[in-house]
T-cell receptor, first 113, second 115 residues
Framework: GDSVTQMEGPVTLSEEAFLTINCTYT??????LFWYVQYPGEGLQLLLK?????DKGSNKGFEATYRKETTSFHLEKGSVQVSDSAVYFC????????????FGQGTELSVKP | EAGVTQSPTHLIKTRGQQVTLRCSPI?????VYWYQQALGLGLQFLLW???????NRGNFPPRFSGRQFPNYSSELNVNALELEDSALYLC??????????????FGPGTRLTVL
C-alpha cells in the first residue's frame, strides 16, 4: 500500500549545522508531497510542498526536492537554529485516496546552542 | 486570516463516556479532515467531510463519527470511550477550488485523556 518512511530520530545537531531528514515514499500514483512541522504542544504547520517531479519546495530556509526516480523528498536546511527544534513529518496525498494525508512516523530534531 | 480553530483545548473523560470535539475551518475552506495522533501510533486519518457530506473514513470503529454543518464547521463524536482513545485530535481544512486543494492546514488540536 501507499506509505511514507522517514529516518529514525531523534536527530541532535549543534546550531548552524547542516540538516538532512530523509523521506522516501511508496505510492500507486503520482502524489503531492509535504513536510509539516510540529512544535511542542502544538498542531501541525505546513512547512513546504511539491506537487510534481523535480519541483522544489522551500520555506524558512528549508528545502526539499520531489525526486520521482528515487521516490524521495528529503528535507534540508543549510544552518539550523535552536528554534528549529521540533518534530518533522513527511506526508503524501494521492487524488484517488479519499483526501487523506499519509504521514511518516515523524523525526524529532533537537538543536543545541 | 484566522487559521483553523478547535475546541476544547484539553478534555479529560472516563471510560464509557462520550465526547464531542469541534472544529472551525479557515474561511472559504469547504473540506474538513480529522486525524488522531496517539502516542506510538503516529498520525492516523479519521474522517473527511466536504460540502456537508462524509467523503471518506479511516480504519476506525463506528463509535467514531462526525458531521459537517452548513457553515463548514465540523464535530467529531466519540462514543463509549476507551483508554486507547487518549490522543491529540487534529482537525485540518482545505479549499475546494484553486491551486491549493491538495494542501491541508491544521488546527492546534484537542488533547483528549481517557481515565
Amino acid at each position: 500500500g501507499d506509505s511514507v518512511t522517514q529516518m529514525e530520530g531523534p536527530v541532535t545537531l549543534s546550531e548552524e549545522a547542516f540538516l538532512t531528514i530523509n523521506c522516501t515514499y511508496t505510492a500507486t500514483g503520482y502524489p503531492s508531497l509535504f513536510w509539516y512541522v510540529q512544535y511542542p504542544g502544538e498542531g501541525l504547520q505546513l512547512l513546504l510542498k511539491a506537487t510534481k517531479a523535480d519541483d522544489k519546495g522551500s520555506n524558512k530556509g528549508f528545502e526539499a526536492t520531489y525526486r520521482k526516480e528515487t521516490t524521495s523528498f528529503h528535507l534540508e536546511k543549510g544552518s539550523v537554529q535552536v528554534s528549529d527544534s521540533a518534530v518533522y513529518f513527511c506526508a503524501l496525498r494521492l487524488n484517488n485516496q479519499g483526501g487523506k494525508l499519509i504521514f511518516g512516523q515523524g523525526t524529532e530534531l533537537s538543536v543545541k546552542p | 486570516e484566522a487559521g483553523v480553530t478547535q475546541s476544547p483545548t484539553h478534555l479529560i473523560k472516563t471510560r464509557g463516556q462520550q465526547v464531542t470535539l469541534r472544529c472551525s475551518p479557515i474561511s472559504g475552506h469547504t473540506s474538513v479532515y480529522w486525524y488522531q495522533q496517539a502516542l506510538g501510533l503516529g498520525l492516523q486519518f479519521l474522517l473527511w467531510y466536504d460540502e456537508g457530506e462524509e467523503r471518506n473514513r479511516g480504519n476506525f470503529p463506528p463509535r467514531f463519527s462526525g458531521r459537517q454543518f452548513p457553515n463548514y464547521s465540523s464535530e467529531l463524536n466519540v462514543n463509549a470511550l476507551e483508554l486507547e482513545d487518549s490522543a491529540l485530535y487534529l482537525c485540518a481544512s482545505s479549499p475546494s477550488q484553486g491551486q491549493s486543494t491538495d494542501t491541508q492546514y491544521f488546527g492546534p488540536g484537542t488533547r483528549l485523556t481517557v481515565l
